[in-house]
């Protein structure tokens, strides 16, 4: 059976069973850890020319559901593109563009090498907890 309405019907019994994700991304300000990485750690300008870059925040978001799921850099790739609830959760219902292995990889690094990877992490948890949840 067909219908018109199968995507919103299918979201709304998906968060009606509590989706995890949903759950995350209302109990963690990711665009206020966004800013905090941003004023961190700029990001190059568009007027450099180039591609433009991806948003931070959908960045973050990618390396918890890394972290979470403990997934390679190519699986995310692939289940970003291919989990409806990855997608849902990560903004990209509607968008064709999602961030390859290497765009995350490189990301992570320079993360890593400014020392703020594990404190990104350690800021989820304590948002987390702050709620009464435990990242597993």
């Known amino acids: 059976m067909h219908s018109l309405f199968a995507a919103e019907e299918r979201e709304a ?17 990711f665009a206020a850890l966004a800013g905090a990485l941003d004023r961190a750690l700029p990001r190059p300008h568009r007027y450099f020319g180039g ?9 973050v978001r ?45 990301f992570r690094e320079k993360l ?7 404190s990104l992490f350690e800021e989820v948890n304590r948002q987390l907890q702050t709620h009464g949840y435990l990242a597993r």
């Not at 591609?51 to 960045?59: D, F, G, Q, S, V």
């Open 13 to 29: 019994k998906l968060s009606r069973l509590g989706d995890p994700l949903e759950s995350l991304s209302q109990h963690v300000d």
């Open 51 to 59: 591609r433009p870059a991806y948003p931070t925040e959908l960045i």
């Open 62 to 106: 990618l390396l918890v559901i890394q972290q979470l799921f403990n997934l390679s850099d190519e699986q995310l790739e692939y289940q970003a593109l291919d989990r409806s609830s990855f997608q849902r959760f990560l903004g990209l219902k509607t968008s064709g563009k999602v961030p390859d292995r290497n765009t995350v990889w490189t």
């Open 112 to 118: 890593v090498q400014a020392g703020l990877g594990a």
